[in-house]
């Protein structure tokens, strides 16, 4: 349950510089959202190539082979398929400055060659402690399942659980947010929850079975992560409330989705296709166009972690000129796209400050900071995408809840978006729930900031369940 909170970075100049070596160690601390993140490169020259490994060692003691590595004396590229991390930087001497980007995001990095006071000494194991709410023990039947997925040669994998006596009350499918998420929802060793994994225990012990699912190219699952968007994601979806419809067990038994965060945005994008799906849980759901969605966000996650207002509000215009572009071309190649869209920046670069405008030395290296994360086909898709579309199509029972702290998803601008265009559509089975001193991930916070998630041990806070429960219990 990544957030598809989008970090547009603020200005880094990268130099143009003279052949250097690049063999050698390299440290960074990654500052992804406000969780710091040690990285260490360890490049090598071989027969006039390079190789190297990736090191995370609060995460793993591992070295992790790199995919690939290239560099032309000035420029340095390192990318690592597995986990679908690119590096892109320029060297400097004693400096390789640039991008690190994994699941669409983009953050600013700086290597040296020096070891940060901060970076872990790369010894012993590394230890993650299960969480209070993580299951200990499975009083219920667990299978894991495979089933077709939205697309030719995708197989989605994941886990099937169902009370250990008598039918179940409904099925849900769970679909999780953005970015590469497993089945439990793993939000990996540094945040180090299980969203999922605590919801399905919970519902299942109240006698409901519950699908959970990797994500396309994710765990088990085959298929392309990196290429698809919302609308295949939403594919997979309807792929796993139609295995659900097949199987024996389930037969006449009310089936619906649960969605969080991207999910819950497509929740009702399979209900739309879907005339037999019976009930949709919205956790967290975007509903107002995502374009103003990304600039509150970026603008509510920015206070959170103590960005001062007036530079948060800066960049807003020229986002928001690159937001209506995007939304208005949502056809171009993708090479007329990339280009079109560096002249949307090169055009906002004319009301800079003056002193800004003649410290970048080359416009496109600083434009490229935008861009990039604005060209991959999940964020064009994304921007592009309308709520409400598909919110206004839902006849079926909806229960939206969200955390009144939740700081990528405004909790009342998004109820109160919902409940309105229910309103409008007619539907009389809506329950809106705002859950006071919650997160974006339904835990008990104190600002709600990204950088709160791994400093709580709550997974999913005993309110939110009960919520969801509750609901589910009224109707089945």
Do not use: C
Request: proline fraction near 7%; avoid cysteine.
């Amino acid at each position: 349950m990544r957030t598809f909170f989008t970090v547009l970075l603020l200005p880094l100049l990268l130099s143009t510089l003279s052949a250097q070596d690049i063999s050698g160690n390299w440290y960074t601390i990654l500052d992804a959202m406000g969780t710091k993140l040690p990285l260490g490169l360890e490049i090598k020259a071989e027969g006039g190539a390079y190789a190297g490994a990736m090191k995370s060692p609060s995460q793993t003691k591992v070295k992790i082979p790199l995919t690939s590595v290239t560099f032309d004396g000035k420029k340095f590229t390192a990318k690592e398929a597995q986990t679908g991390v690119t590096i892109d930087g320029v060297l400097n001497g004693k400096e390789l400055r640039g991008i690190f980007n994994q699941a669409n995001q983009d953050f600013p990095v700086i290597f040296t060659r020096h070891r940060p006071q901060a970076y872990p000494i790369e010894e012993g194991p590394i230890t993650i402690t299960a969480r209070p709410q993580d299951p200990v023990d499975f009083p219920y039947e667990r299978s894991a399942v495979n089933f077709p997925g939205g697309a030719d040669g995708v197989v989605i994998a994941g886990e099937l659980t169902m009370p250990a006596k008598g039918k179940p009350k409904a099925a849900i499918v769970l679909v999780s947010g953005s970015g590469p998420q497993d089945r439990n929802a793993y939000l990996g060793s540094q945040i180090n929850h299980s969203p999922f994994l605590v919801l399905s225990d919970y519902l299942t012990r109240k006698g409901y079975a519950v699908l959970r699912y990797d994500d396309r190219g994710v765990g088990e699952s085959t298929g392309e992560f990196r290429s698809a968007t919302s609308d295949d994601f939403a594919l997979d979806a309807t792929a796993a409330v139609a295995y659900l419809r097949s199987l024996k067990e389930l037969k006449k038994v009310p089936i619906g989705v649960a969605g969080h965060s991207e999910g819950g945005m497509i929740a009702p994008v399979v209900a739309s296709r879907d005339e037999e799906l019976d009930f949709v849980i919205l956790m967290a759901a975007p509903a107002v166009s995502i374009d103003s969605l990304m600039l509150e966000q970026r603008r509510q996650v920015g206070l959170s972690m103590g960005q001062p207002e007036m530079l948060i509000r800066r960049d807003e215009p020229t986002l928001r000129a690159a937001y209506a572009w995007i939304k208005d071309n949502p056809d171009l190649s993708q090479e007329d796209y990339v280009e079109g869209l560096y002249g949307v920046f090169e055009e906002q670069l004319k009301n800079l400050p003056p002193a800004l405008q003649k410290s970048i030395v080359d416009p496109r290296a600083f434009n490229a900071q935008y861009v990039k994360p604005l060209s991959s086909p999940w964020m064009r898709r994304f921007i592009a995408f309308e709520p409400k579309d598909f919110l206004s199509q839902l006849s079926i029972p909806v229960l939206a809840i969200n955390g009144l702290l939740d700081t990528q998803v405004d909790g009342m601008t998004n109820l109160n978006a919902i409940a309105e265009t229910m309103a409008i559509n007619g539907n009389k089975d809506v329950t809106i729930t705002p859950l006071l001193g919650l997160n974006h991930l339904f835990q008990p916070a104190e600002t709600g900031s990204p950088t709160e998630y791994g400093t709580i041990e709550v997974t999913f806070d005993p309110t939110a369940l009960e919520a969801i429960g509750r609901w589910l219990d009224e109707r089945y």
